[in-house]
């Protein structure tokens, strides 16, 4: 008797995940009436893409990671718009093995045609560039007030899906 193969074998699970998801978010896209999304490429290696969150002018957005030690990382910080489109992006930091680095979004630098009801919806991307050994859990998105320093939200890495290009 043949055995039969279940759908995605030979797949490797992240890949079949990527594309189950890809073949969904197609097919959402389309029921919802949204056809294209004008993404910018993001750097080559390892990155972790935080969800969308809302700062105002007064706020400040925060990526920071950790470098694992026995090496140094390579690190490139972005933040996008709503649309996938890129607001800016931090020089490649090389940061030492046990040391931090971070990036700064301040609310106020955010051009003003991205802000509705006086916020603007904005998300993050951390990348490991190739060559950099796979972080544990070391990457924040961070929302503060730049007036007070009080702190409106943290997400960390350990919540989100790692990808690799």
Known sequence: MKKKK??????????????????????MSVASGVFAIDLQPLPPGDFYPFGMVGITATDTARLSAVC?????????????????????????MTVAPGAAAFYDL???????????????QV???????????EPPDPCLLEVFDKGTGK?????????????RS
């Open 123 to 133: 998300r993050g991307v951390v990348t490991f560039l190739p060559g950099t050994l």
């Open 106 to 120: 301040s609310g106020d630098a955010i051009p003003t045609s991205l802000m509705s009801g006086g916020k603007a």
């Open 151 to 163: 702190t409106s939200l943290v997400v960390s890495r350990s919540s989100l899906h790692h990808f």
């Open 6 to 27: 279940a759908i995605g074998a030979g797949f490797s699970p992240k890949v079949f995940l990527i594309t189950l998801s890809l073949a969904a978010l197609a097919i």
């Open 68 to 92: 694992v030690p026995p090496q140094p990382c390579n690190v490139v910080f972005s933040f996008y718009d709503q649309a996938g489109k890129l607001i800016t992006q931090s020089d490649t």
